[in-house]
């Protein structure tokens, strides 16, 4: 039996099939070039000190490269954060692939150490550091549930060890291997899915913190609308610039405070 379509690209991404010794080494370099991809030509950083300068010349002080300098280790850590979290999700869902990959397997007669390889190669890429470990456990006779556990540490990947709890009752006690696996695949799905709803309810929370971030370029927008010279008066007078540090003060607070909530619930 194949794995097709969208299950087919998923299990790709967690395992790679060929030499086991060069697995891990081929899943990191993957790995780098599909983390290079993603974050190329988007750094928040970079953007904000971009912004800053620009800010700095037009107002001539030095005061917004300063402000955009200490806000950019900030953006780089929550850019880094999500992007880790993506990450994490497309491993998860990499996971659940397997899970239904190794069971269909198994249900055609495969024994299992045959059908996990069997799985991984038809789907023919690779799963970070731990590939090279898991291939051999399963083509060798090693400890494929101890190789299990080990991937399960990686982020995201965590639903391996309730794939290695299968294996381990399916070798040990005659089990059927792939009830086990379509019961954890099941059990997955609606974990992902419940993760899902939370995160769309969590929308209006996100947005709301963004619009909050976005207030005082609006105000400067508006203020250069009406004819003042509203970067004069916040770099070039004690009023505009006491104003500007309490207003970035309260802006910090106001996005901590929001992101707080919002990390909160997700738990």
Do not use: Y
Not at 139 to 152: Q, S, T, Y
């Amino acid at each position: 039996m194949r794995v097709r379509g969208r299950e087919q690209r998923r299990v790709r991404a967690l395992f790679v099939v060929g030499d086991a010794a060069d697995g891990g080494r081929v899943a990191g370099c993957a790995q780098w070039w599909a983390e290079r991809g993603r974050s190329g030509g988007r750094r928040p950083e970079a953007w904000c000190v971009a912004v800053g300068l620009v800010l700095a010349v037009h107002g001539g002080s030095v005061v917004p490269l300063l402000l955009c300098g200490v806000a950019a280790p900030v953006l780089a850590r929550v850019w880094r954060s999500r992007a880790q979290a993506r990450t994490a999700r497309e491993r998860g869902d990499a996971v659940i692939a397997l899970c239904g990959a190794v069971a269909a397997e198994v249900r055609a007669g495969r024994q299992p150490a045959e059908a996990l390889l069997t799985a991984a190669r038809e789907a023919g890429a690779g799963m970070g550091s731990g590939t090279g470990v898991v291939l051999a456990a399963a083509r060798f006779g090693g400890d494929v549930p101890g190789a299990l556990r080990e991937a399960a540490k990686a982020p995201g990947a965590q639903g391996l060890l309730g794939l290695a709890a299968c294996w381990s009752v399916a070798v040990e006690r005659g089990a059927g291997l792939d009830t086990g696996l379509a019961r954890l695949e099941g059990a997955l799905r609606a974990e992902r899915d419940q993760r899902d709803q939370l995160q769309a309810q969590l929308a209006g929370a996100r947005a709301t913190a963004v619009l909050l971030a976005g207030l005082p370029v609006v105000g400067l927008l508006m203020g250069a609308a009406f004819g003042a010279d509203p970067l004069r008066v916040l770099l070039h007078t004690g009023a505009g610039l006491g104003c500007l540090a309490v207003g970035a003060v309260l802006e910090g607070v106001g996005l901590w405070w929001a992101w707080s909530i919002v990390r909160g619930a997700e738990g």
